[in-house]
C-alpha cells in the first residue's frame, strides 16, 4: 500500500540558499531508491519560511530502508545542524 510522508520546516530567510543546495542533494538520492514514487516540496504562501515536503513510496517498507540508510542520514544530520531542530516526519496511507 502506497504511503505519503509530510515533512514540514521551518526556514529562516538567511539559511533558504543553504538548506536548497542540502536538498537538492537529498533529492538525488532519494530519486534512485526502490520504492520511491514521488515528491513534491510546497513553499507556504501565508508564513514565509514555511515548507512542506510531500514524498510518496510504494510501501511503508520502503520508506523505512530509505529513512534508515546512511547516505540520507548524512544529508539529514546536516539540514537538522542547519536548521537547528530535528526533522519531524508524518506519515499517511491511504484509507
Not at 15 to 26: G, R, T, V
Not at 48 to 57: N, Q
Not at 75 to 86: A, M, P, S, T, W
Request: proline fraction near 3%; glycine fraction near 6%; charged fraction near 35%.
Amino acid at each position: 500500500m502506497a504511503v505519503k510522508i509530510l515533512i514540514k520546516r521551518k526556514v529562516p530567510e538567511t539559511k533558504e540558499k543553504s538548506l536548497n543546495a542540502l536538498l537538492m542533494e537529498l533529492r538525488a538520492f532519494t530519486m534512485n531508491q526502490p520504492g520511491y514514487i514521488s515528491g513534491e516540496t510546497l513553499k507556504r504562501m501565508d508564513d514565509p519560511g514555511e515548507y512542506l515536503v510531500i514524498s510518496t513510496w510504494r510501501s511503508i517498507d520502503d520508506w523505512r530502508e530509505w529513512i534508515l540508510s546512511k547516505e540520507r542520514g548524512e544529508i539529514q544530520n546536516k539540514i537538522d545542524e542547519l536548521l537547528g531542530v530535528e526533522t519531524q516526519y508524518e506519515i499517511y496511507a491511504y484509507d
